[in-house]
């Protein structure tokens, strides 16, 4: 009996210990991936600090500077760090529902991470309308791969919670950061995997609230939709960033899986030359905007909100195509950012319809439509944004538009971009050559 007795104390000893070694990977690899996307976020500012100073010295200079740059990551990501193209997202996805260990190697790796940090730079040096918390949720992939290699059988789980840590450290969102793994990464909820993304999702958060303190990633502001009249925007919000936002994700995808005939082929065979043309595209649409749709769209958007600078009426159009293009040519950047930019331009642009009521509710408004509009994820999408503006008070709303942008997103674009991009990853023969 004592026997008995002693063994079975051994065995749950061990069952104990082997459940808080998982645990200790999640904080070690969530402390980690919080470290790494606060460098990321601190390099990210300071390139585009200085492709600022250097286009406001002369503003032609992005004809150059952005095209080559376009060129030399395409070359660069095909040449070196292939699979670490677009945002990352989708190589996420696709490396979770993949079983060989050398395949999703292939996705999610510490040599992919190094290769996207680096490009997602240079893509921001030369003025890309791109994003760094779409390359922030594959490098906190890869990193919880790496951390977790031993232990094949939980790999899907810890490319989830690095994913999920990405999102919240990137944002200072934690609550954006769970929703986003359970909502579009898995579309699942399990109780075990939820427990162990909160966990990396924790100490994620708390790497980067001790590195750079609590923040509103947008700004804050507190003004909320006063009458009766000014809630019409909420439906129509929902409509316009919604049909926007299919259409964005209905080119990308279409670009991905390749445009048939001539023009298909050509651009297939010519990957180096077409990023070289959409970098073009991208510096005229700069310059027309005054170099106001360069770089992720923060500060325009910031601005709107907390100093009521108002968004020009171009801004919207302008940093849709720039982004449009930044996504297509193949450069690793990531779209969460510039398109909840090109969401606040449709909120002030749609503001100007409602001339008696608060201009940053509606501008809040657009974000969070456009942005549900290209992810499809409306429960992720007003998350987000209740969470970087501190606005709290828009919650049922932001929720409303959500839900409609998501519906009229559906008509345009059946399927998820993510999702859809993510199933180019899963073809061994195509994998390299997709978005």
Known sequence: MPKFVSSRR???????????????????????????????????????????????????????????????????TNRYFHNSQGSGIPQAIAARELSDQDARSRLVSIRIA???????LLGLLCGASAGREG???????????????????????????????????????????????????????ETRT???????????????????????????????????VDWL??????????????????????????????????????PVAFAFACGLAVAICGIISGNTVYGTGYEQVKAALEGGVPLATAFAPLKFIATTFSTISGIPGGIFAPSLAVGAGLGANIAQLFPAGPVEPIILLGMVSYFAGVVQAPITAFVIVTEMTDNHAMVIPLMAAALIAYAVSRLVCPEGIYHALAKNFLRPKDGREQL
């Open 10 to 76: 051994l065995r749950s000893a061990r069952v104990i210990t082997t459940r808080w070694r998982r645990r200790a990977v999640f904080v070690v690899g969530g402390v980690t991936v919080g470290a790494v996307a606060v460098a990321l976020a601190l390099a990210a500012d300071w390139v585009q600090a200085e492709f600022h100073l250097l286009v406001a010295k002369w503003r032609y200079t992005s004809l150059l500077v952005t095209p080559l740059g376009f060129a030399l990551s395409v070359y660069l």
């Open 114 to 120: 190094v290769g996207k940090v680096l490009l997602t």
């Open 135 to 189: 390359p922030t949720v594959q490098v906190g992939a890869s990193i919880m791969f790496a951390i977790g290699r031993m232990s094949p059988r939980r790999q899907p789980g810890l490319i989830l919670a690095g994913a999920a840590a990405g999102v919240a450290a990137a944002f200072n969102t934690p609550l954006a950061g769970i929703v986003f793994g359970i909502e579009e990464m898995s579309r699942t909820f």
């Open 194 to 228: 939820s427990g162990l993304i909160i966990t990396a999702v924790i100490a994620a958060g708390l790497t980067s609230l001790a590195l750079v303190g609590n923040y509103a990633y947008f700004g804050s502001t507190p003004q909320m939709l006063r009458n009766g």
């Open 233 to 270: 925007a909420a439906p129509l919000c929902g409509v316009v960033g919604g049909l926007a936002g299919g259409v964005f994700s209905r080119i990308v995808i279409l670009m991905a899986r390749g445009v048939p005939g001539i023009a298909g082929s050509t651009i297939k065979r010519n």
